[in-house]
Antibody
């Protein structure tokens, strides 16, 4: 069974930082692109970033480029999202998903940016 | 900036057929946008239905199908059931490594 489990969400003040993690099991992690998708409360899905199998390519939505960094550790079957300079509008549930076409999804972790 | 467009809402009768679409504010959607479709019920993570225009994800019943209709990607549900009542999102590849979701369609089965 494929499982993606996100962690690291929480409450942070504007301008603060958080690091999200996603632990993957049940698939050959190192063979997949991996992605982050977010969903603000009551809103639609927003593609955030993805990373190639070996980490050599990374892409970001314009609104997070320069503030967020996606990374991975294939030895630990884990995906990360380092989020700096957080803004109120970054408040959302953050999902990790496998592949560029988001075949498998985690249940998400809530990030709340508020003073 | 090109926006991915979806109908905000749609309704279908139980047993009926509905086609949801995914377009662009400027231009046409083709297979080279690798359209994908996702289903989400409130409080749940999304579920992948279709990728690469018309390939069903594992375990997805064949009453869900994807296609290109005219200048849009389309998701057709035949024999709609009560538990198809969900939000549906399309995802398109915009080039240069960037993917964009549509705003979603809220489907009501009544």
């Amino acid at each position: 069974e494929v499982q993606l489990v996100e962690s690291g969400g929480g409450l942070v003040q504007p301008g603060g930082s958080l690091r999200l993690s996603c632990e993957v099991s049940g698939l050959t992690f190192s063979s997949y692109w991996m992605s982050w998708v977010r969903q603000a409360p009551g809103k639609g899905l927003e593609w955030v970033a993805n990373i190639k199998q070996d980490g050599s390519e990374k892409y970001y939505v314009d609104s997070v480029r320069g503030r967020f960094t996606i990374s991975r550790d294939n030895a630990k079957n884990s995906l990360y999202l380092q989020m700096n300079s957080l803004r109120v509008e970054d408040t959302a549930v953050y999902y990790c998903a496998s592949g560029q076409r988001l075949g498998y999804w985690g249940r998400g972790t809530l990030v709340t940016v508020s003073s | 900036q090109t926006v991915v467009t979806q109908e905000p809402s749609f309704s279908v009768s139980p047993g009926g057929t509905v086609t949801l679409t995914c377009g662009l504010s400027s231009g046409s959607v083709s297979a080279s946008f690798y359209p994908s479709w996702y289903q989400q019920t409130p409080g749940q993570a999304p579920r992948t239905l279709i990728y690469n225009t018309n390939t069903r994800s594992s375990g997805v019943p064949d009453r869900f199908s994807g296609s290109i209709l005219g200048n849009k990607a389309a998701l057709t549900i035949t024999g709609a059931q009560a538990d198809d009542e969900s939000d549906y999102y399309c995802l398109l590849y915009m080039g240069s490594g960037i993917w964009v979701f549509g705003g979603g369609t809220k489907l009501t089965v009544l």
